[in-house]
């Protein structure tokens, strides 16, 4: 009588990627093998912004499906590059560069670099910062953040980057050599003036002619006030140690609450 050897525990994160790899290959399926890295980036951030939603509503079933999603499109770019005729790499090689990136990052764990407790981790913040920039070796605080990031996202990083290096002055002075008016605030149902119209005043009081302020439209005039306000309301966001990209989508989930509740009021069948 002969007794089977146990099999083997199976990994999940290699089952996986052995999915992946079939379904990618010839003879898997047809719609994941025309994908392009450029053809997948809306998945991406759609999945990106799913799992965050899954996260700030405090869905626990929702998040642990969105972060597999998530990790369906790490899978499927590595896949899909690992067969680049240029610079292959696979998802093996993308791991090792996150392991070897992270012990570097962090030697006051990994290593005997002391580093000071306190004080916000602002030891540790420019620990990160300095061993960042010997490895990017970049000319700006502002290399690395991308163009295609949210505004008001994109806006705080730029803010908090400027701060960490020192020169978070230059940025409440940035904008238009002319300050544009204000933006007005309009009182409940009155009506915003047209888009292009004729003439406006000036912050000071001055009245202009149909090219607004100097330098731009009417229409500028106001975006660009709009600009300068929003960006004030990212500044104190930041100083608060709120994220203002998280702040508005609770604000507008609560609006949008609001609309739904409101509809189905409207529709319920009345007694």
Request: hydrophobic fraction near 35%; include cysteine; glycine fraction near 8%.
């Amino acid at each position: 009588m002969t007794t089977s050897e146990p099999s083997s525990p199976v990994d999940p994160l290699r089952e996986s990627v052995a999915v992946m790899d079939r379904l990618y290959s010839p003879g898997g399926c047809p719609w994941d093998r025309e994908q392009t890295h450029e053809s997948l980036v809306r998945y991406l951030l759609e999945e990106a912004h799913e799992l965050a939603e899954a996260i700030e509503t405090g869905d626990r079933a929702g998040m642990r499906e969105e972060l597999g999603d998530l990790l369906l499109q790490v899978l499927f770019h590595a896949r899909i590059a690992s067969e680049d005729p240029v610079d292959p790499f696979t998802v093996d090689d993308v791991a090792a560069d996150l392991v070897a990136k992270l012990v570097r990052r962090h030697p006051h764990v990994f290593a005997d670099t002391a580093v000071a407790t306190g004080d916000g981790h602002a030891a540790l913040y420019a620990q990160w910062d300095q061993i960042k920039q010997q490895e990017k070796q970049r000319e700006s605080v502002l290399e690395g953040i991308p163009l295609a990031q949210g505004a008001l996202a994109r806006a705080q990083k730029v803010l908090s980057r400027a701060e960490r290096a020192g020169v978070g002055a230059v940025t409440s002075s940035s904008g238009p050599t002319t300050e544009p008016p204000s933006v007005p605030t309009l009182a409940p149902g009155e009506t915003p003036p047209a888009r292009g119209a004729a003439s406006s005043g000036t912050a000071d009081g001055r009245v202009v002619g149909e090219e607004g302020a100097p330098g731009g439209t009417p229409d500028d005039t106001a975006e660009r006030a709009y600009g300068r306000e929003l960006l004030d309301v990212v500044r104190r966001a930041q100083a608060d140690g709120v994220d203002a990209e998280t702040a508005l989508r609770g604000a507008l989930r609560e609006v949008e609450r609001a609309i739904v509740a409101t509809e189905r009021s409207a529709s319920a069948p009345r007694g």
